[in-house]
């Protein structure tokens, strides 16, 4: 698989806005996520885990959190603010909860698949299984939203060596299972090019406030130093996330701080507010446009 990397946000969007005057190009996500009746998260709030070949009530009923309060929550926090953001669901939520997803598309939001569940990864399914898996969840939420997802990441971020080209043969256009560079690149697949927009993890609710343990204000705070001191540190253009999981930040602490984050970026005259599906777009056709000329 080739990959070929654009150097420049202005060639990424085809905006009228230079990279100097917004280099932030900031995606907001939420991902709304669901494990299979007969397992649970593997990280969560406990220190100390159970014993092996027992199901974790407590990690189930905590990752519930997001499917019963969260992703209310966090939807309404978008909607006041004025802020479309990416929905990353599990296609089990899709199936079960088909009004939910109907309702974030007509509030504006893109929805992108998430693989079925999260405790089943890309890489230890066979090509015929992940396959399966892919049109399983790509037809749930087809049929809650009546738009085919184009825009992926598989669970943990973890996909298999095949999961590009299999994307592309069912129509994606991106994927965010890539944390090697600062800008969109086209990934050229035996399916057909795909876009890897690249997943940010210094604004992401789970590895900071769950993994790290650190306080949820640390998510505000952050961000305001990413933004006081991007230019002083000579940046440049790049993409980056503000993620947060429903049933992470779904939470009143980390709900006040989401939507102190979203203000912040609506105030910066660095940020451009942007999303995973613009930036694969822009992405696309300026492939296009170059491979085209070649052809000339």
């Not at 969007?13 to 900031?26: D, E, H, K, T, V």
């Amino acid at each position: 698989m080739k990959r070929l990397a654009f150097l420049a946000l202005a060639i990424v969007s085809g905006r009228s806005s230079l990279p100097a005057q917004q280099p932030i190009a900031l995606s907001v996500n939420v991902m709304y996520e669901a494990w299979a009746d007969d397992s649970a998260p593997g990280v969560g709030p406990m220190g100390n885990p159970i014993r092996s070949g027992y199901l974790d009530l407590q990690a189930r009923s905590w990752a519930a959190y997001g499917v019963e309060v969260g992703i209310k929550r966090l939807l309404d926090i978008l909607a006041r603010e004025d802020i479309q953001a990416t929905i990353y669901t599990s296609g089990l939520l899709a199936e079960r909860q088909p009004t939910l997803l109907k309702a974030m598309v007509e509030q504006g939001h893109h929805v992108a698949a998430h693989g079925w569940t999260q405790d089943v990864l890309p890489i230890y399914l066979s090509r015929e299984e992940e396959s399966a898996a892919l049109d399983r969840s790509g037809q749930a939420i087809l049929s809650a939203t009546n738009i085919a997802p184009r825009g992926y990441v598989s669970p943990r971020c973890t996909p298999s060596a095949v999961t590009s080209t299999l994307l592309a043969e069912r129509g994606y256009l991106w994927h965010i299972d890539t944390f090697d560079r600062d800008l969109p690149a086209v990934e050229v697949t035996e399916g057909g090019p795909m876009v890897a927009v690249p997943f940010t993890m210094e604004l992401n609710d789970l590895p900071l406030a769950v993994r790290y343990g650190n306080e949820p204000q640390a998510f505000t705070r952050s961000f305001e130093r990413l933004i006081d001191r991007w230019d002083i540190a000579r940046v440049g253009p790049a993409c980056l996330d503000l993620t947060v999981h429903a049933h992470v930040f779904g939470r009143p602490a980390g709900a006040i701080e989401f939507q102190a984050a979203l203000a912040l970026a609506t105030r910066s005259d660095l940020v451009w507010l942007t999303s995973h599906h613009e930036l694969a777009a822009g992405t696309l056709a300026t492939y296009a446009a170059l491979e085209k000329g070649k052809d000339r």
